[in-house]
């Protein structure tokens, strides 16, 4: 049993909780309200940049050239090819680049990519690659999954979501983070490891809040001060 093996025995039931989110849920049947859409995209798109971040830390932490090639090539596949997602997502919406990259960051997302660079901060190469391996790999699930729904890849606005998780691009993506982890997981203790699993199960719980913010479009909690 490979460590991956181990950490998604742990998060499962997380993990089939998004399966049944009505956000999730809205992008695979196709029925999910608009605006929810655009909040969430926009949200992401800030989202992804701390993301990128934590990819950055973990290049600087890397021990050996290989590893640090490995975090360089997921930093530029988030920025020019995830990211293109929601700049092309944006363009449909009339949103400009400049607008997206100033979208205001919701309390959810400020908590989950706090959380994820303090992470990535505080230990070494592993603390970087735990931090973001929930992210990359549960879209990538996520992505296969709502493949397999009928008619969820051919959808007019959706489809291009579900295409992208679900490619040969980005499961190459999650399947680095996979391999990374998996490598650098035979040299530690069990404490260690239990440190590393803590820190996925986190950023699992994260991914629930994530979405529960964008179904409800949420923002933080007082709307007026937000405003004022
Ligand atoms: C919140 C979140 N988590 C994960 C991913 C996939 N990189 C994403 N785009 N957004």
Redesign the pocket.
């Given at each position: 049993m490979t460590f991956t093996d181990r950490l998604f025995k742990t998060v499962e039931p997380v993990w089939n909780s998004y399966l049944d989110h009505p956000f999730v849920k809205g992008i695979g049947e196709g029925t999910l309200d608009k605006e929810k859409f655009i909040h969430y995209m926009k949200q992401?798109y800030v989202?992804?940049i701390e993301?990128s971040r934590v990819f950055a830390i973990g290049s600087t932490k890397a021990n050996d050239l290989k590893t640090m090639t490995i975090f360089a090539n997921l930093l530029h596949g988030?920025m020019n090819f995830?990211m293109d997602l929601h700049r092309k997502y944006a363009e449909k919406f009339n949103i400009s680049n400049e607008e997206l990259e100033a979208t205001e960051p919701s309390a959810a997302m400020t908590a989950?990519t706090s959380y994820m660079i303090s992470q990535a901060q505080l230990g070494g190469v592993e603390n970087a690659i735990a931090a973001v391996l929930a992210?990359?790999w549960?879209?990538n699930w996520i992505g296969k999954k709502l493949a397999e729904w009928p008619g969820a890849l051919e959808h007019d606005l959706y489809g291009n979501w579900v295409q992208m998780?679900s490619s040969e691009g980005f499961t190459e993506i999650a399947e680095n983070c996979i391999d990374l982890i998996n490598d650098i997981a035979k040299d530690k203790s069990e404490h260690e490891l239990k440190r590393i699993e803590d820190i996925f199960v986190r950023t699992s719980y994260f991914?629930y809040m994530?979405w529960e913010m964008a179904e409800d479009v949420s923002m933080w909690p007082v709307k007026d001060l937000a405003k004022n």
């Open positions: 992401d989202y992804l993301y988030t995830e989950y992210c990359a549960s879209y998780y991914e994530f």
